[in-house]
């Protein structure tokens, strides 16, 4: 298995920061999530373990979705972008996606000239995340 990762990692091109953009969709669905970076621990991660894990830029440091919140990604599917420099994770979301308690990330649409929020949390975030540091 670890001999077919790491022939996976050699056909991501992975940024001079040594981060590749990764998309997480709802398997089923197709509903987009989030948007995340993933660098060549977080893949080799989701890949051995079955669920998403990502690298948490602000942290320094490897997360694997739902560690805090429980809000886990199990990955379905990783797929690689024809110019292999992107990711996109089918996943099997349990409970919500985003930090502020919505199902997705993508919550704000543009209309008529302003940012307007089309979906109220599904959870309260104190509820996700009962330490500050976490939001």
């Known amino acids: 298995m670890e001999d077919q990762i790491e022939r996976a990692l050699a056909e991501i091109r992975f940024g001079p920061d040594g981060l590749v953009p990764a998309i997480a969709q709802q398997h089923d669905t197709g509903e987009i999530l989030m948007m ?11 890949l051995t373990e079955g669920r998403a894990c990502y690298w948490s830029r602000s942290r320094a440091k490897l997360w694997r979705k739902g560690e805090t919140s429980g809000q886990v990604q199990v990955l379905r599917e990783l797929r690689l972008d024809c110019d292999g420099d992107t990711v996109l994770l089918l996943v ?12 997705n990330c993508f ?22 995340y009962p330490d500050p540091i976490d939001r």
């Open 36 to 46: 995340a970076w993933m660098n060549c621990d977080a893949v080799r991660a989701s």
């Open 107 to 128: 919550f704000r649409a543009w209309r008529d000239g302003r940012w307007a929020v089309i979906a109220e949390p599904d959870i309260p975030q104190e509820a996700l």
């Open 92 to 103: 099997d979301q349990q409970g919500v996606a985003c930090h502020t308690g919505r199902r």
